[in-house]
């Protein structure tokens, strides 16, 4: 079932033991992703990132960078990597309580990309895309980390530079994550 902006996001705040959770669906020429997001950890970037995908913004857009190894980027409706929405975001990565929240940077992390300036955020993610957690160390703590592949990896190790974001959808669903006490 798909829900408003709001209701998705507010499912996502109060939801007790974070038993239900925001996740996108990113569908592709090569199969479909899902990504667990995680608001407790960047709340304004969740925030951000749902209301783009609730507008439709993310649809048709590719993905204008590969790095082997590394990530594969999008969210440039340009395609060039210089696009966004018009609008940034505050670096939640600068906020030492969540990012203390904030997934460390390994394979399937998605996170925000951004220029030198840390509030420049707005619509351009990455996902890593490599096994090893060594090419990412400079990145933890420099980067807002917000979600998580959960599912669909090995369409994500396929994608390349121009590959396309058919449509991508939000929902609130059962974690898939089991819950320990």
């Known amino acids: ?29 090569k199969g479909n992703i899902i990504i667990e997001l995680y608001p407790d950890a ?8 749902a209301r783009l995908i609730e507008s439709g913004y993310y649809d048709g857009v590719i993905f204008h960078r590969h ?15 210089s696009g966004g929405p018009g609008w940034t975001i ?20 998605v996170a ?15 996902i890593c895309i490599s096994s090893d957690p060594t090419p990412y160390a400079h990145l933890n703590g420099s980067y807002t980390t917000f979600g ?7 369409v994500v190790d396929a994608l390349r530079e121009r590959d396309a974001m058919n449509k991508v959808t939000i929902e609130i669903t059962q974690s898939h994550r089991s819950i320990s006490n």
């Open 1 to 29: 079932m798909r829900f408003s902006l709001l209701g998705v996001f507010c499912a996502a705040i109060v939801s007790c033991n974070n038993d239900q959770l925001p996740y996108v669906t990113i569908e592709t020429e």
């Open 42 to 49: 960047a709340p304004t970037t969740v925030e951000n990132f």
């Open 67 to 81: 790095v082997p190894v590394f990530v594969i980027q999008g969210g440039d409706p340009q395609g060039t990597g």
């Open 90 to 109: 505050p670096g939640e990565f600068q906020d030492p309580e969540l990012r203390d929240k904030m997934p460390v940077h390994e394979k399937g992390v």
């Open 112 to 126: 925000m990309a951004r220029t030198q300036n840390p509030d420049s955020a707005g619509s351009q993610f990455y």
């Open 148 to 154: 998580e592949v959960i599912e669909g990896m090995d």
